[in-house]
């Protein structure tokens, strides 16, 4: 059974920085894309980032266009978001996901496999 399981999150100030974890368990994930969301409340989620199995490609939200990167380190199957200079409109759940197929997506329904979410709340 695949798991997700995210950490990381809290409560900073505008500012701030946090770093998150997402560690995937149950199965090989070679060649997945792993990526992050967020939904704030009262809002639909959406895509903040994602990177191939290999690295090569990253993509990111232009909401979090040079404050957020993501990594990965493959033998530990866990994928990071280093969240830089936040500020109360990244407040949200974010959720880690994990897609089987190669190319990145940023369109939830691409995913196939969820974490439970990590609250990241930014007071100004």
């Known amino acids: 059974q695949v798991e997700l399981v995210e950490s990381g999150g809290g409560l900073v100030q505008a500012g701030d920085s946090l770093r998150l974890s997402c560690v995937a368990s149950?199965?090989?994930?070679?060649?997945?894309?792993k990526g992050w969301f967020r939904q704030a409340p009262g809002k639909e989620r959406e895509f903040v980032s994602a990177i191939t199995w290999d690295g090569e490609s990253i993509e990111y939200a232009e909401a979090v266009k040079g404050r957020f990167t993501i990594s990965s380190d493959n033998a530990k199957n866990t994928v990071y978001l280093q969240m830089n200079s936040l500020k109360p409109e990244d407040t949200a759940v974010y959720y880690c996901a994990a897609r089987n197929i190669i190319t990145i997506t940023t369109v939830d329904s691409g995913y196939q496999y969820w974490g439970q979410g990590t609250q990241v709340t930014v007071s100004s």
């Open positions: 149950g199965r090989t994930f070679r060649n997945y894309v």
